[in-house]
């Protein structure tokens, strides 16, 4: 019987890639399509967390990263022995993470978000009185706690990709135009994410500029990884979207592990050629899949 093979891509994907793909979404969506797919194997085109948590959700499935060493930055910032020791540290608090983590970190959390939830998740904990700490996304952090008054203590990792936008570069691109909007993920620094008229996960942007009623020729500036806006274009051919910069004159951001997953890798690993998500026992799998479990079923009015 020939294997049923599924194959993931993020939207920070190639274009070639996303092509390849049977779901191309965000983390959110991307896990829970894991989580449903009736597959031998899956391929998941991002980067290994991603993979992990696909793993974790549907631990009967082989799942195959492309290239093993795509990995994200605001995991390998993360030492998980520091970790346990910064979260032991606030006993009465709830622990709240950003998917973007290891397996070890995601089993040391009481809840896990991705960029989708994170904002409805965090104001239910609070209306319910607790407290909370956030990890590993520094900027993330630091954007919820000056966007709803929070003063949850925050570990301090970042994503090396969005952390590089900025805004002085930021104004003078948006100075040297008649008009310009911008739209940003939420890893990005809080002086950016300040100037943003929309602030949310890959397909919230994607949204947003899909319902885009504006003007047609204004500037779009998008804070985030450049795979993005291929799907922006493709959605909207009538918009002016450009990366935000990093530096004046450079739309230049991109995130060099999901571009690890080129056309080739992801063939090999439809082949079952790459690197197999099979080092994870099943005690961390089970303790990692509480906080998972515990988000995807709060999540489910997201997706309607
Ligand atoms: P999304 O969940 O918004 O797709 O973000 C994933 C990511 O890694 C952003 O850098
Ligand atoms: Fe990690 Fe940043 Fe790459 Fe997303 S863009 S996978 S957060 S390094």
Redesign the pocket.
């Known amino acids: 019987m020939t294997k049923r093979v599924v194959t993931l891509a993020?939207?920070?994907t190639q274009p070639e890639v996303q092509q390849m793909a049977d779901k191309v979404g965000?983390?959110?969506e991307l896990s829970l399509y894991a989580q449903e797919a009736e597959a031998d194997i899956i391929v998941f085109a991002g980067?290994r967390f991603m993979a992990e948590t696909a793993k974790i959700l549907n631990p009967k499935a082989r799942v195959i990263l492309p290239d093993a060493d795509s990995t994200?930055s605001l995991v390998t910032q993360t030492d998980v022995t520091q970790l346990a020791k910064w979260r032991n540290s606030y006993p009465d608090h709830v622990h709240v993470s950003y998917?973007?983590s290891s397996a070890e970190h995601k089993a040391l959390s009481d809840w896990i978000v991705?960029?989708?939830n994170v904002d409805d998740v965090i104001a239910e904990l609070y209306s319910q009185g607790k407290k909370v700490i956030f990890s590993p996304d520094r900027n993330m952090g630091a954007y919820l706690n000056f966007q709803y008054g929070y003063d949850m203590p925050l570990w301090s990792a970042v994503?090396e990709?969005?952390d590089k936008f900025n805004e002085t570069a930021l104004n003078e691109a948006i100075g040297a135009v008649d008009a310009a909007h911008l739209i940003a993920?939420p890893?990005s620094p809080l002086p950016v994410l300040q100037r943003a008229e929309y602030v949310g996960?890959?397909?919230g942007m994607l949204n947003w500029v899909k319902g885009y009623q504006g003007e047609t020729k204004d500037v779009i500036f998008v804070a985030t990884?450049d795979g993005i806006l291929y799907n922006m274009r493709m959605a909207r051919p009538d918009l002016d979207l450009r990366q935000a910069p990093i530096y004046a004159g450079c739309q230049c951001n991109s995130?060099p592990y999901m571009k690890l997953n080129n056309v080739e890798a992801v063939k090999r690993a439809q082949d079952g050629i790459g690197l197999e998500i099979d080092y994870l026992t099943t005690e961390q799998m089970a303790a990692a899949r509480v906080p998972i479990e515990r988000m995807l079923a709060f999540s489910q009015r997201y997706l309607a």
């Open positions: 993020h939207y920070y965000d983390s959110l980067v994200c998917i973007n991705t960029s989708r994503c990709v969005h993920h890893e996960s890959t397909s990884e995130c």
